[in-house]
């Protein structure tokens, strides 16, 4: 579930394609041609009313999100349909054709479509109706042995995985764009969900309206819980501070502060002075999903500092600065030696409390029916899609934040949406350089052979083939969906990969991947045109 940042360089892989780059570089005529093919390819062929998922056979035989999904589903998590919105805006904003505001507008109207009464998102949603849907999590859903958030249908919504987010900026980017009413509605839905599903104490559960559902009898519900995992918190407040600098919406304020100051409250005190991923509303650490314990978690610890830096930079106010140094000294003393169990990260992600000791995750079994995960303190035997050790670039944290402490009071609220007189407007582009991802499938593309744009935009012009779209190696595929699981005796033949038996419905690597369309790499593609094209404007 943890979202991934990638930065310009890594889009779809195009050795294949590099030896036919065009030798000049390409006219914008051609650049824009080559945009609007693979985006009308995109809206007219691959996407369901408007919402995408993230791959698809070319035949359209099977496509995925995080799952299989049906032809009707949408997948509202990055690189899903709100992130192709806001590729369109971009498109937009780079070229000035309307017929990337008309398709924004498409992508518009199957967010508002998803949307929960309750003003939020889940990560998917089924044009086939609800009942098509509960079918598919007590099928698909429920057999993903390592993705236990698709196994319960809880019929609520999730700032899980910046889906809710990302939909709600979309809107509200799309609607300051023209300032277009039919859209004020659904962005007024969506505010409200954020800041009603708002603890008092500043933090948010990671799926609301609350259900106290939870399928697992021997664990707590943790979809209640206050959440920072994959940013929850840090989401919110980026999307009200948007509200609050772009709509004027002053009773978004209040939320913000609070949200801040409870990064402030859930730090733990000496002699653990870090942060875990979720707290139970009394503010006591908690564990999730069966392979996240109750624990302190040290990649949450370095993002918390972060955006402890971030809340200084914002306020100005030295109490987001006060902590800091025990924090990076907590992770400083928390450093692994260089052993192959490790895997070469510097840090244990989960550190028992009380007792300081890190704690490692394994499984045993085969699938739903007869898999366990479990927690001892071995390292070695990691798990291949959650780790349980983490790289934490200690040196980058203290030097951001040794610069903040260098700036006059002046200086370090400079810009601040909170300190600024008048509005400050949204940013032009949004995808360019960087496309927050849970898509594996993305994640595994080769980088280029060149980081000169130029050279870039001509592979890409060349690459993109007859049908209009740029084809991309599969690197992951699931088994389809055969039963029930058979209950067989567990062993640890599966411990350390990312799929257990033909009943596993959970994604995996293939030696041989097909060739297939992916949504992430379209955007990624496009980001680099749209690149492109500013640069030969400029000259």
């Not at 035989?61 to 009707?72: D, F, H, K, T, V």
């Not at 772009?246 to 409250?265: H, K, Q, T």
């Not at 949450?300 to 800091?324: D, H, P, S, V, W």
């Not at 510097?346 to 394994?362: G, M, Q, R, V, Y």
């Amino acid at each position: 579930m943890r979202i991934i940042n990638l930065f310009f360089f890594s889009f779809v892989f195009l050795c294949t394609h590099f030896a036919q780059a065009i030798a000049a570089a390409p006219s914008p005529e051609q650049t824009q041609h080559t945009m609007k093919t693979a985006s009308q390819f995109m809206l007219e062929k691959v996407s369901y009313r408007g919402g995408f998922v993230w791959s698809y056979l070319p035949d359209f035989s099977r496509q995925w999100g995080e799952l299989e999904a049906r032809r009707s589903m949408i997948w509202m998590q990055p690189p899903g349909t709100a992130s192709v919105g806001h590729l369109f805006l971009d498109a937009y904003h780079a070229t000035g054709d309307a017929f990337y505001y008309v398709a924004a507008e498409k992508v518009a109207g199957a967010i508002i479509y998803a949307q929960h009464p309750s003003g939020g998102w889940n990560y998917v949603a089924d044009f086939a109706g609800e009942t098509a849907l509960k079918e598919w999590y007590a099928t698909i859903g429920k057999n993903a042995w390592r993705l236990e958030e698709f196994q319960h249908y809880y019929g609520n919504a999730t700032f899980d995985d910046v889906g809710t987010a990302e939909a709600a900026k979309f809107l509200l980017r799309l609607y300051s764009e023209k300032r277009d009413s039919k859209y004020r509605p659904a962005l007024d839905k969506a505010i409200h969900f954020i800041l009603a599903s708002q603890y008092p104490i500043g933090g948010w559960p990671q799926r609301f309206p609350l259900m106290y559902d939870h399928p697992y009898k021997d664990h707590a519900d943790y979809s209640s819980f206050i959440t920072f995992n994959d940013d929850v918190a840090a989401e919110n407040i980026d999307f009200l501070l948007m509200c609050y600098q772009i709509l004027g919406e002053a009773r978004v304020r209040e939320p913000v502060i609070r949200a801040m100051n409870s990064f402030l409250v859930t730090q733990m005190g000496q002699p653990q002075p870090g942060w875990a991923l979720q707290y139970t509303p009394e503010l006591v650490p908690a564990g999730a999903r069966s392979y996240e314990p109750k624990s302190l978690h040290t990649p949450t610890t370095a993002e918390n500092i972060q955006q402890l830096i971030k809340f200084y930079r914002m306020t100005g106010e030295t109490k987001f600065l006060a902590r800091i140094p025990e924090a990076l000294a907590w992770l400083e003393s928390l450093t692994l030696p260089i052993k192959p169990e490790y895997e070469g990260r510097s840090h244990p992600s989960f550190i028992e409390l009380d007792t300081n000791k890190a704690l490692f995750t394994h499984r045993r079994g085969a699938n739903v029916s007869n898999g366990e995960y479990y927690v001892d303190y071995t390292p070695g035997n990691m798990l291949a899609h959650y780790k349980s050790a983490s790289t934490i670039d200690l040196a980058k944290l203290r030097a951001a934040y040794e610069q903040v402490l260098r700036l006059t009071p002046k200086e370090v609220t400079v810009n601040s949406p909170l300190k600024a007189m008048t509005n400050i407007a949204l940013p032009k582009y949004f995808t360019l350089g960087k496309v927050s991802v849970s898509d594996l499938n993305f994640r595994a593309q080769k980088i280029p052979e060149t980081k000169n744009l130029t050279e870039q935009a001509a592979a890409l012009i060349g690459a993109l083939n007859q049908q209009g779209y740029w084809p991309t190696p599969l690197y992951y595929t699931t088994n389809p969906y055969k039963g029930v699981a058979p209950i067989t005796k567990a062993t640890n033949e599966y411990a350390a990969t990312m799929v257990g038996d033909e009943w596993d419905t959970s994604p995996f690597p293939v030696d041989d991947p097909v060739m297939g369309i992916s949504t992430g790499a379209y955007i990624k593609n496009m980001g680099v045109l749209i690149q492109y094209l500013q640069q030969q404007s400029a000259q």
